[in-house]
Nanobody
């Protein structure tokens, strides 16, 4: 059974930082491209960042320079380091692992940015 389990969300003040983690099981993690997406209340899920199994990364314009995606294949884990958080970053964050044949999602972790 495939599972992606996120952790690290919470409440943080504007300008603060968080690191999200997502640990996979049931898949050959190193063979998958991984990514983070988010969904704010009343909005559609949107792309945040992706990292290929070859190491190439891509970021949404709204998070460039503030967020960093990374992975540790030995731990089957993908991370999202978020700095200088803004209220508009408030959302449920989901991790994703995909290859041409499969597409898996975690259950999400809430990030709230508020003073």
């Amino acid at each position: 059974q495939v599972q992606l389990v996120e952790s690290g969300g919470g409440l943080v003040q504007p300008g603060g930082s968080l690191r999200l983690s997502c640990t996979a099981s049931g898949i050959i993690f190193r063979a998958y491209n991984v990514g983070w997406y988010r969904q704010a209340p009343g909005k559609q899920r949107e792309f945040v960042a992706t990292l290929t199994n070859g190491g190439g990364s891509n970021y949404a314009d709204s998070v460039k320079g503030r967020f960093t995606i990374s992975r540790d294949n030995a731990k089957d884990t993908v991370y999202l380091r978020m700095n200088n958080l803004k209220p508009e970053d408030t959302a449920v964050y989901y991790c994703n692992a995909r290859n041409p044949a499969r597409d898996y999602w975690g259950q999400g972790t809430q990030v709230s940015v508020s003073s």
